[in-house]
């Protein structure tokens, strides 16, 4: 019963968490000039999944290792995914928010956050790590 009501609250968590999402993505079109912003913004209005993301937006994005950001252009993994959620790289608040919303996703795909910051760091290019979700989904669901 207990987890039928955690079930339900982090459906609503979902929900609230799409709807900010939304409203976030219009005004970022609305007050921006940079193509780039503009583009994720437009590509995030779908939901993709978590390979999708790495090969679309990881082209947006210098990689690094060890940290989300380096403030200037680079991500991680984890970084590259949270930015898709509206993650400007930079803003600490907004980063909670974001990574809670990478979180949920990596979790409805069953995918480890572990697994994918110890392929990133170990050397792993974005395109490589999606790959290797891709040919693997009983590996990357089995590292929860």
Known sequence: MAQQQLLKQ?????QILRTHKKQLTKNIERH??????STISQQSNQESSISQ??????????????????????????GV??????WDGKCI?????RL???????????ISKELLIE???SGATFDEIADYLD??????????
Not at 10 to 14: G, K, L, M, N, R
Not at 32 to 37: F, G, K, M, V, Y
């Open 10 to 14: 982090e459906s609503s968590v979902s």
């Open 32 to 37: 921006t000039l940079e193509p780039n912003i």
């Open 53 to 78: 993301i790495l090969r679309t937006y990881g082209k947006q994005f210098t990689q690094i290792r060890k940290q989300y950001t380096d403030g200037l252009g680079g991500r991680c993994v984890m």
């Open 81 to 86: 995914i949270m930015s898709y959620y509206g």
């Open 93 to 97: 608040n907004n980063a909670e928010r």
């Open 100 to 110: 809670y919303a990478a979180l949920v996703a990596l979790r409805r795909a069953g």
């Open 119 to 121: 392929l990133n760091d």
């Open 135 to 144: 040919r693997n989904p009983e590996l990357a669901n089995s590292n929860k």
